[in-house]
């Protein structure tokens, strides 16, 4: 009886300690195995949506392929009426630990307009984009009230974006970098040229190299932060999808498919229902991972507004979408760093840390993204939802 506990006790700490991904960052996109329905969304909409006399649906398809926040994909579009989107936040996918102003939720909105918007030129349709048409949330959660209402007009003057081209290869990359080559100074103008006059984007890369320690060291204490604090890690956990059965069942949240956990899991040797602890292997495995992955970053952008308004939270995200959009057209890959972004008290030094690093110092100024950047292997994309699963219509 007590080699037969060891022995679960070990196959338990073995399977925590495989998985080195646990967590949104290092998890959502990973696209190893991934099962042919959760990403066919990828392989764009398609001939027969590309006819139809209706432009929304063709538009939406390119939509829905926005980064998200631990990719909950909490879009919902009403298009009960004719040439309009009304767009509404799915309030049974927010992040109240990890997002408890709802700020990323906001930004993953913004995400959804840009490439909305990207694909309306496309289709030589003005998209004219009314954010908040009812008054915008507050600064605790989202309502049921709209985001955003969109109009859509044929105009043939409208002029089509050459960012539209890199919506299907866009993929978060959670991959080590290769810190032999530097971002180029083209690839940082390009980035902040695409990123628009709003927002500030500064940027640190090996040419600045005095300044990288620093921000990997506010990453990784962000890091260890989330992973170490019960609620936020099972907040991972509740969205976490082992192995292709779950993957194509939800086609969100967070993937994983590594064959050693999947069998755990099988097993009922895998337990999501408790945090591990902060000297467990299962933590202490990935912030030496993470820390790896970092060393290997030869540059970090980050995007600093002048206000944090609901408005300016969504614009940020359009702003980001497009900055990485530029980066996907430089072969270059990013991951965000939302940790120290974080408003729950936890992070509270780091958020200060990393704020100060980025200028960030005038009242109300907000480090709305802060992201690693540089060359790696191409990944796979993350699971999508059906388009269908966004659209209300009556």
């Given at each position: ?50 006819a ?31 040439d ?41 349709q ?55 080559r ?78 050693l ?25 990935q ?12 540059g ?20 980001y ?23 729950y ?50």
């Amino acid at each position: 009886m007590t080699t037969h506990l060891q022995r679960r006790s070990v196959l338990r700490i073995l399977g925590a300690g495989s998985v080195a991904t646990l967590a949104p960052w290092a998890l959502s996109g990973c696209g190893a195995a991934m099962p042919p329905d959760a990403i066919e969304a990828w392989r764009g909409p398609g001939a027969e949506l590309a006819a139809q006399a209706d432009p929304r649906l063709w538009i939406l398809s390119h939509a829905i392929l926005a980064p998200h926040s631990h990719n909950l994909q909490s879009w919902v579009v009403d298009l009960r009426q004719p040439d309009h989107i009304l767009l509404h936040c799915d309030l049974q996918r927010l992040l109240p630990q990890t997002d408890p102003l709802s700020r990323q939720i906001m930004m993953s909105h913004g995400t959804f307009l840009e490439l909305l918007d990207l694909a309306a030129r496309e289709r030589g349709q003005r998209a004219d984009i009314t954010l908040f048409p009812q008054g915008a949330f507050g600064q605790t959660v989202p309502d049921a009230r709209p985001v955003a209402s969109v109009r859509l007009t044929p105009d043939p003057t409208v002029q089509k974006d050459p960012l539209f081209a890199q919506i299907l290869h866009r993929h978060t990359n959670r991959s080590a970098y290769d810190i032999t080559r530097a971002v180029p100074a083209a690839a940082w103008q390009a980035m902040q040229a695409a990123a628009g006059p709003a927002i500030r984007v500064g940027h640190a890369g090996l040419e600045q190299g005095a300044a990288l320690p620093q921000h990997r060291r506010i990453a990784l204490d962000a890091w260890r932060i989330e992973l170490t604090v019960p609620r936020t890690i099972m907040e991972s956990f509740q969205v976490l999808r082992v192995g292709t059965a779950e993957i194509a069942a939800h086609r969100d949240g967070l993937s994983l498919t590594d064959p050693l956990v999947v069998a755990l899991e099988r097993l009922g040797l895998f337990d999501r229902s408790r945090a591990p602890g902060p000297d467990d292997y299962a933590t202490t495995s990935q912030v030496k991972d993470f820390d790896a992955k970092l060393a290997s970053t030869p540059g970090f952008v980050w995007m600093v507004s002048a206000d944090n308004s609901r408005a300016t939270q969504v614009q940020a995200g359009r702003a980001y979408a497009r900055l990485q959009l530029a980066a996907t057209a430089q072969g270059l890959g990013m991951q965000p760093l939302q940790q120290a972004l974080q408003e729950y008290v936890e992070q509270r030094q780091p958020y200060a840390e990393i704020h100060a690093l980025a200028g960030a110092t005038q009242p109300g100024e907000t480090v709305q993204m802060w992201a690693r950047v540089g060359y790696a292997p191409e990944v796979g994309p993350a699971p999508r939802r059906r388009l269908q699963d966004f659209v209300v219509r009556g």
